[in-house]
T-cell receptor
Framework: EPEVTQTPSHQVTQMGQEVILRCVPISNHLYFYWYRQILGQKVEFLVSFYNNEISEKSEIFDDQFSVERPDGSNFTLKIRSTKLEDSAMYFC??????????FGQGTRLTVV | GESVGLHLPTLSVQEGDNSIINCAYSNSASDYFIWYKQESGKGPQFIIDIRSNMDKRQGQRVTVLLNKTVKHLSLQIAATQPGDSAVYFCAENNGNEKLTFGTGTRLTIIP
């Protein structure tokens, strides 16, 4: 069964450092997403990506965040200068169309 | 504004009993709804979906009910098992390809 894969599973970084979270979506999917989940809270939308550009982003997705699909398979989320409050689980998801989103297992980001 | 909320944050059910998890949504333009299950340390896992032209959909041991009049969604799990213990989220899509998640209900199955 196809799946969304994310690396690393856990990332620890110092405040102010840049991090890149990586995702490999399902190959024939067209829409890609990043979501964030702070411990014990709900899953929050960050950004959607379609046709090689951002289609929608939330208020959370400020200038410190960026996304890329550099090689047609990987989908990355970069946080330029991490803050303590960026500590969360980050989930990548992809969909083929108006169907359910398939989520990866997540990257736990810990900013110290 | 767009919001999806749940009536109860926690629910405990005896193993073998049926459980019902409820969800209210506020965006009347939403036309596609999904229930996800999230186990500890894992990503959301698709359970069942329903489109707004339906009011009921059944899967294996799960049933989703949609009441568009009161903007209410429910997930029924029949004959609950220990493996059903998880956090359950409803999510809505209003045509812009973005899923908006509710707060989540933690379901605990008591042996």
């Amino acid at each position: 069964e196809p799946e969304v894969t994310q690396t690393p599973s856990h990332q620890v970084t110092q405040m102010g450092q840049e991090v890149i979270l990586r995702c490999v979506p399902i190959s024939n999917h067209l829409y890609f997403y990043w979501y964030r989940q702070i411990l014990g809270q709900k899953v929050e939308f960050l950004v959607s990506f379609y046709n090689n550009e951002i289609s929608e982003k939330s208020e959370i997705f400020d200038d410190q965040f960026s996304v890329e699909r550099p090689d047609g398979s990987n989908f990355t989320l970069k946080i330029r200068s991490t803050k303590l409050e960026d500590s969360a689980m980050y989930f990548c998801a992809s969909i083929a169309g108006r169907t359910e989103a398939f989520f990866g297992q997540g990257t736990r980001l810990t900013v110290v | 504004g767009e919001s999806v909320g749940l009536h109860l944050p926690t629910l405990s059910v005896q193993e073998g009993d049926n459980s019902i998890i409820n969800c209210a949504y506020s965006n009347s333009a939403s036309d596609y709804f999904i229930w996800y299950k999230q186990e500890s340390g894992k990503g959301p896992q698709f359970i069942i979906d329903i489109r707004s032209n339906m009011d009921k959909r059944q899967g294996q041991r799960v049933t989703v009910l949609l009441n568009k009049t009161v903007k209410h969604l429910s997930l029924q799990i029949a004959a609950t098992q220990p493996g059903d213990s998880a956090v359950y989220f409803c999510a809505e899509n209003n045509g812009n390809e973005k899923l908006t998640f509710g707060t989540g209900t933690r379901l605990t199955i008591i042996p």
